[in-house]
Structure formats: C-alpha cells, structure tokens
C-alpha cells in the first residue's frame, strides 16, 4: 500500500481503506457489512456518504437534543410568520406547508435523498470522464502504474473494475463530508438555493440556529423569529412546481456537462494520473482541483443562467424577509447582516457544493438581485414584483436585472 497521503507515515495495516483517504475506518464493522457497503449499487455510494455525512455533521455535539419548548416555539413563530408573508408575496400556498423542527443527522438524511438524481448525474460524469481517460492509456502504462501501487501489475480490464468499486466509494465519502459540514452550519432548509423537486417544507435546525444567536450575541427568540420569516419566504418560492423544476433542471445539465481536462488535470496532479491509486486519494482530499480539471465550456452559460435564477429568488427573498423583519423585530438590522454573512461566508465545503452545482453567489450577486427586486417595487409596488411567480417566462433577462423598468415594459406594467 502507498504512504498515507496526509501524513507521509505506513499506512495503519488495521485500516487498509486509511491509504485511500477516506475520513473513516471501515475495519470497524464486521466483513458482512463491509462487502454490503463496497457493494452499494449505483454510480455514488449512498451509504458510505451516509456514514460519512453524520459523522462529520455531529462530530462537536454527538448527542444533540431539542427542547420541547424549542420546538413549541419554533412553529409559533413560523406560524406567525406566514401571515406576513402571504400578504407580501401573494403565495398563500405556504400556510398549508408543514413545518419540521430537526437536528442536523436529519438534515443531512432530507439532503442526501433531495440532492439525489443531481449529484448521481454528476457521479456518472466524472466515471465516465475517468474511464475514457483509461481507455486512453495502453496496457503497460497502466500495468507499470499499478505495480508500483498495488504491488502487482493490473492490465487496463482489472483496473477498470477497481475503479468501478472505489469510484463510487470514494465520491460517496467526498459527498457525505461536503453535506455533513453544511449540516454543521445550516439554519434551515433553504439556505443554499440547492435543487430538490421535493415538495417544500418550512424547516429548523434548531441546534444550529441557538448557536447561531449565541454566537453573535442575538436573543435566540429575535433570532428564531428572521429564520422562520426567512425560511417563509423560501419555502413559499418553492409551493411553485416551475421554480423547484427550473432548479433541478439547471443543476442537472451543469453537471452533466462536465468534461475532463487532461491538460488541467497535469497541472494540478503534476505526474500523478488516474491508474494510481494514491491519486485517488488526492481527488477525495481536493475535489475543488478535481472539479476544476472537470469543467467544461458549455458550462460557463449554464452557470449564468442558473446565477441569474437564484439572484433573483435570493434578491426577493432578502428584500421580503428585510420588510417583515424590520416592522416586526427591533433588532433586525443587526440579525440581517448576520445572516446575510451567514449565507455568504459558508467555507470551503460550501464553495465546493456551490461550485459542483454550479450555484456559486457572492456578495455581488446576493445584492444584484436585491437591487432588481426593489427597483420594481420602487416602480409598481410589491403587487408588481410578485408577478414573478406567474411562470418562467416572467424571470428578468440578464440585461433586465440592471434595468428594472426594462422588465416591466417587456410585462407590459404600468410604471
């Protein structure tokens, strides 16, 4: 086996699976449940992402509990929100919505099945790229790479199977680590624009969101109140079938449009190439230099279109949640920044689910949006605004976005 790709030192001969960089011991559970686990059909190993996932979102606090006045509280307040929210958005879809007060295993368990069809098409795509990148070495490149890491030579048919076992292993882990740490920070559902065609429901983590208040030094009441208006407001985007479609489908092609770069692979592996399985293990350990390798041209429009979607779905719920807040929280413009740093300031995993979905937001975004959204307001009122939700062909082009009343000319609105 090769040295442990994060220390240099021998491999632990008690955890054989420790060379391949995976954040787990798979000696830990009898040989029944190993081959169950390797064998988990599918492009993405869902169960090792599972594991992994929990594992990482409970690492500080494994026994995570909430109080029954926690979640008393909790969905008084979102019921207190929704009100408001009809009244500005126009979606009354929203008071029938059930509300879900969680801790983070099950946040995990809710994402891991709605992130589902996305991120096996992005699974898919990246063995597809792997493989062709094999086919296109000869026996003995691949033989000679493999000697020297498996301690015997492994034609390119024999790799191809390795590959199609660790493969999904390996993507399965790097998938349960990115959306185990997003459980360590997510307040509710919704705080990423992620893609699900599930149907919405206005949820709280609560454990995060006290430690959100404690954090910043917010009374955990004032700070239940914005999450549950902003979770609202989210949630009732998504009582519309063609926004949770539109989602989906944007993400789908995004990531089916990977395409491997071998010119950018060398330059982030150096000599390192696909056949090692050390390689492998450096993949799990970098996938923002993996996903970099693996993109693709016609992503570039793809990711516009989709950051011109979700800027305008943030922009007015921002602008929404700001309007509630302010009225009916005297400590709103404290909590608002807070949050607003919150969603953009996720860490590296969010930058790497953002970055797989091609939902990347910065600041500029978060405000651009905005910025739409109250320049039609300021010209026809929130009545106009909502005229948004009426279908896809309502969404502001991107030259629409800097110009407002462009947009309400092209919906024939009197401004």
């Known amino acids: 086996m090769a040295d442990d790709p994060q220390t240099g030192d021998d491999p632990d001969p008690a955890n054989p699976f420790g060379a391949l960089g995976l954040p787990f011991d798979l000696s830990q559970v009898d040989l029944s449940e190993a081959m169950r686990i390797l064998q988990s059909p599918g492009p993405l190993n869902w169960e090792i992402a599972r594991q992994v996932a929990e594992q990482v979102a409970l690492e500080d606090d494994p026994s995570e ?218 993949l799990a350990q970098r996938p923002d230099v993996l996903l970099g390798a693996l993109r693709s041209d016609r992503q570039r429009a793809i990711l516009e279109r989709n950051q011109q979607f979700t800027m305008v779905l943030e922009g007015y719920a921002d602008l929404v949640t700001e309007h509630i807040g302010t009225h009916l929280l005297t400590d709103y413009p404290r909590i608002h920044e807070a949050l607003r740093r919150h969603h953009v300031e996720r860490g590296e995993a969010g930058r790497f689910v953002e970055g797989m979905l091609g939902i990347e937001l910065d600041r500029t975004h978060y405000e651009r949006g905005q910025a739409f959204c109250a320049g039609v307001v300021e010209r026809a009122g929130m009545e106009g605004l909502n005229r948004l939700w009426s279908g896809p062909e309502h969404l502001p082009t991107p030259a629409e976005l800097d110009a407002p009343g462009l947009w309400l000319a092209r919906i024939d609105l009197p401004q």
Do not use: C
């Open 65 to 282: 509990t909430i109080a029954e006045a926690t979640r008393a509280e909790l969905v008084e307040l979102a019921r207190a929100a929704s009100g408001p929210v009809v009244t500005e958005t126009g979606l009354d879809d929203v008071v029938a919505l059930p509300i879900e007060i969680i801790d983070r295993r099950t946040w995990v368990a809710r994402h891991l099945d709605g992130l589902k069809p996305v991120l096996e098409t992005l699974a898919t795509t990246m063995q597809t790229a792997m493989a062709a990148d094999l086919d296109a070495a000869d026996d003995a490149e691949v033989e000679a790479a493999t000697a020297g890491v498996l301690g015997m030579p492994m034609g390119a048919d024999g790799m191809r199977g390795l590959m199609g076992m660790l493969g999904p292993l390996l993507l399965g882990a790097q998938t349960g680590s990115m959306v185990g740490y997003l459980a360590q920070h997510a307040l509710g559902r919704f705080d990423l624009p992620l893609p699900s065609m599930h149907p919405p429901v206005i949820t709280f983590v609560a454990p995060n969101i006290d430690r959100f208040a404690e954090a910043w030094s917010i009374e955990p009441r004032d700070v239940r109140f914005a999450v549950a208006i902003a979770e609202t407001v989210r949630a009732a985007q998504r009582t519309q079938p063609w926004v949770r479609e539109r989602l989906v489908e944007i993400a789908t092609e995004y990531v089916g449009a990977f395409e491997l770069d071998p010119r950018a692979f060398d330059d982030a592996f150096g000599d390192v190439d696909p056949t090692d399985a050390d390689a492998m293990a450096q």
